[in-house]
């Protein structure tokens, strides 16, 4: 907590340069002006990449601007001013960027074009800024180019506006404003470690570790883990244990009673992934169905892990919601900073599509907010075209809960919830893994 992520050395000068020229802002809108549009294109694209957001620019000021800048102009954001643009146009559409309440960073940019000199453009903007901003937000240069940028670097470094070689670079440098932002409000809150009904979560959960330590046991099994989390206020499906194939046929019976689906796994305290030995069967719709299922998992798992021991099966209803979310909620014991908690786009590419985001418990609302914010997939939970928002209050509560549950048990090492369901319903965990 408190702590602005870089990625290589160049991330960490830079960064090094922005937070201390710069107050942090709790939005960062980036107002952009460039003599280039494909600069101004690779800029957004950086910053949108990196969770920052481009500045939508209000009509009294796109009047203005179209005032002051030729016809052939933008007409948006990032402001192209065009490639002949001498440094009053500069000028102009600076001023008008600065006055638009819009507006919360200021990026100005020059590409050499042999039409304007890139050393007079930075002059003038060196005019404008005052100690590094304009209009009281932060300026931030870039100059594109060697020899001819190395003058227009020099004038806008000793004006005290921070200058980047790279949009990509720029737009970075525009997005630390706002992490850094996040990352000093995280530290400063202290959020509790308990909440109503905590303590009986966490006797059921002692109740079950005892039970795997006293087998000699690490790993839960799936049923296990399942109510786990189940007892910290994560949704799990409706589950039977089944201990042969009639009773797995018996089992789905019952569930089919109110279920129009059910999913036959495998039972193994040998086997982590089920997936992987062919041990799930979906989408059965009868009784005979269900028990075909177990014996053609109990015929896979001979050939594919000959040995393993089948300590039975689980029967569970069969969750079926269309436009839901695959995530992934996890734990893991790091040897350094201790207990590390994920989130993510989860299901089976989980590695492939690696798209998570990482935390320190203890969270609260505002915390694992964050979180999902971090990670593309928060983006898709908001909702888009026929898809209705997830909803976001269920998917803070599993994640406080995991965080709860990660600091009342010490003696967990790791922790994968994956997949939980998440959509406009609320959510549910389909699989969990625990040791």
Known sequence: A??????????????????????????????????GGGAGVLAIDKLIDRGG???????LTIERLNGVLPPTWSHANPVDIVGDAAPERYQAALEALSADPGTDVILVMNCP??????????????????????????????WLGEHTAREGRRILTEAGIASFETPEDAAIAASYLGEWSRAQRALLRTPSSQDGGAADGKATVHAIFRQVASEGRRMLTEPEAKAAIAAYGIPVPRTVVANSTPEVAEAAGQLLESAERV?????????????DVGGVVLDIATAAEAGEAAKSIETRLR?????????GYTVQTMVVRKHAQELILGMNLDPMFGPVLLFGA???????????????????D???????????????????????????????????????????????TSLDINPLLGDAAGVIALDARIE
């Open 2 to 35: 408190g702590v602005l992520r870089v990625r290589d050395l160049a991330e960490l000068l830079d960064a090094a340069e922005t937070i201390a020229r710069y107050s942090p802002l709790e939005r960062t809108r980036v107002g952009i002006v460039t003599n």
């Open 346 to 364: 989860g299901g089976t590419a989980v590695e492939v599509l690696n798209d998570t985001a990482i935390a320190l418990p203890p969270l609260d």
């Open 53 to 59: 957001e481009l500045a939508a620019l209000s009509p």
């Open 263 to 275: 999913v036959v796994k495998l039972l193994s305290k040998a086997v982590s992934h089920k997936s």
């Open 366 to 412: 505002v915390l694992a907010g964050d979180l999902i914010d971090a990670t593309r997939i928060g983006r898709l939970l908001a909702g888009y075209r026929d898809r209705k928002p997830a909803d976001r209050a269920a998917i803070v509560a599993a994640l406080n809960g995991l965080s709860r549950m990660t600091i009342d048990f010490p003696c967990l």
């Open 113 to 142: 074009t042999g039409l304007g000199s890139s050393p007079d453009a930075a002059r003038k903007v060196a005019e404008l800024g005052d100690e590094g901003e304009i209009g009281g937000k932060p300026l931030l240069g870039c």
């Open 303 to 311: 050939a594919q892990a000959p040995g393993t021991k089948a300590d």
